[in-house]
Antibody, heavy 123, light 106 residues
Framework: EVQLVQSGADVKKPGESLRISCEGSGYSFPNYWISWVRQMPGRGLEWMGRIDPSDSYTNYSPSFQGHVTISVDTSINTAYLQWSSLKASDTAMYFC????????????????WGQGTTVTVSS | DIQMTQSPSTLSASVGDRVTITCRASQTISNWLAWYQQKPGKAPKLLIYKASSLESGVPSRFSGSGSGTEFTLTISSLQPDDFATYYCQQYNSYWTFGQGTKVEIK
């Protein structure tokens, strides 16, 4: 079964760092882009950025550039989303999602999604 | 940035109703549009891609149409499992989602 499994919920204080993970299985992980999507409480979906697992090349939405870091470890088929200093406004559910194959020249929809990771930032 | 606007924001309907949701793009996106269904606390589920292609395993009561800047998602006969929030997504230039349409029980 093709799936993405994310790390569990986390509660942090403002200013703390955090890294959440997304492990792929059932397919060739290095060959598909992975994106991260934010959903703030009661709100819609926002694309944050993506990574090519084969070479760690990243694209970020201007809204998130400089605020988060996306990385990957292909030895364990896992992508990461990281914050160095959390804010209360980072409280949200975060999803990873599989995009197009890395050899595909046009962007694509997201066919496989992780189950989501809830991040709560509160003092 | 390409903006996506869905209408309506909320839709009240009954089981068996035909339901249509509209999504408009701020500039032409060809047919690079997907529709997702999301239930509370769950991940979005892909329904339609490339504006009108039905994802494998998705019931045929779901259909999509449109190109350019105007798109629709139609549920031909609403079922109890279909009460959820629906999002459109453009992928012509990076990725942008509509604000969502909540389909609730009338």
């Amino acid at each position: 079964e093709v799936q993405l499994v994310q790390s569990g919920a986390d509660v942090k204080k403002p200013g703390e760092s955090l890294r959440i993970s997304c492990e792929g299985s059932g397919y060739s992980f290095p060959n598909y882009w992975i994106s991260w999507v934010r959903q703030m409480p009661g709100r819609g979906l926002e694309w944050m950025g993506r990574i090519d697992p084969s070479d760690s090349y990243t694209n970020y939405s201007p809204s998130f550039q400089g605020h988060v870091t996306i990385s990957v470890d292909t030895s364990i088929n896992t992508a990461y989303l990281q914050w160095s200093s959390l804010k209360a406004s980072d409280t949200a559910m975060y999803f990873c999602a599989r995009g197009e194959g890395i050899e595909v020249v046009t962007p694509s929809h997201f066919d496989i999604w992780g189950q989501g990771t809830t991040v709560t930032v509160s003092s | 940035d390409i903006q996506m606007t869905q209408s309506p924001s909320t839709l009240s309907a009954s089981v068996g109703d035909r339901v249509t949701i509209t999504c408009r793009a701020s500039q032409t996106i060809s047919n690079w549009l997907a529709w997702y269904q999301q239930k509370p606390g769950k991940a979005p589920k892909l329904l339609i891609y490339k504006a009108s292609s039905l994802e494998s395993g998705v019931p045929s009561r779901f259909s999509g149409s449109g190109s350019g800047t105007e798109f629709t998602l139609t549920i031909s006969s609403l079922q109890p499992d279909d009460f959820a929030t629906y999002y459109c997504q453009q992928y012509n230039s990076y990725w942008t989602f509509g604000q969502g349409t909540k389909v609730e029980i009338k």
